[in-house]
C-alpha cells in the first residue's frame, strides 16, 4: 500500500511470489519501495507489476552470481514495459539482488536495481 511507503520488502519465498504496486497517481508521486531478493527463487520467480496503465521507466542491471563462470551481464532499460519477473536462472532472481521502485508521475514508476542470475542474462521486463 502506499502507507507502505520507505519500506524493504524481503523476497523470500522461494517458489515466488508477485507484488502489485499502487495505481501511480498525483497524489501517490514520491512513494517508494525497495525489494530484496532473500531468497534464492527456484521457479516462477519474483514478478512486480505495475497497476491498469502504469509503466516502468528505467533500467536493471543484471549479472551472474557466480564469478567462476564467463561473464555475462545486461542493462535493461524500459519505457513502457508493466512487469519486472526475476526468476532463478537468466532473469536474475538469486540471493543478494535488489530492485527500487519510485512513483515520479500519474502513470509512471521510475526503477533501478542490481540483480545476480545464471546463464545468459536477459531483460526481466514485459508487458
Not at 521507466?57 to 557466480?66: E, K, M
Not at 514508476?109 to 526481466?124: D, F, K, R
Request: glycine share 12%; with cysteine; proline share 2%.
Amino acid at each position: 500500500t502506499a502507507a507502505q511507503s520507505g519500506s524493504l520488502i524481503a523476497l523470500a519465498k522461494a517458489d515466488g511470489l508477485t507484488v502489485t504496486l499502487p495505481a501511480a497517481s498525483a497524489t501517490n508521486i514520491g512513494i517508494r519501495y525497495k525489494f530484496q531478493v532473500a531468497v534464492s527463487c527456484t521457479s516462477v520467480g519474483y514478478v512486480i507489476n505495475t497497476t491498469g496503465a502504469d509503466v516502468f521507466l528505467g533500467g536493471i542491471y543484471g549479472t551472474i552470481a557466480n564469478p567462476a563462470d564467463a561473464v555475462d551481464m545486461e542493462f535493461s532499460v524500459s519505457t513502457v514495459n508493466k512487469t519486472i519477473t526475476l526468476d532463478a536462472t537468466t532473469k536474475c532472481g538469486l540471493i543478494g539482488g535488489w530492485v527500487e521502485v519510485t512513483c515520479v508521475s500519474g502513470t509512471q514508476w521510475m526503477v533501478s536495481g542490481v540483480t545476480l542470475g545464471t546463464g545468459t542474462i536477459v531483460s526481466p521486463f514485459s508487458n
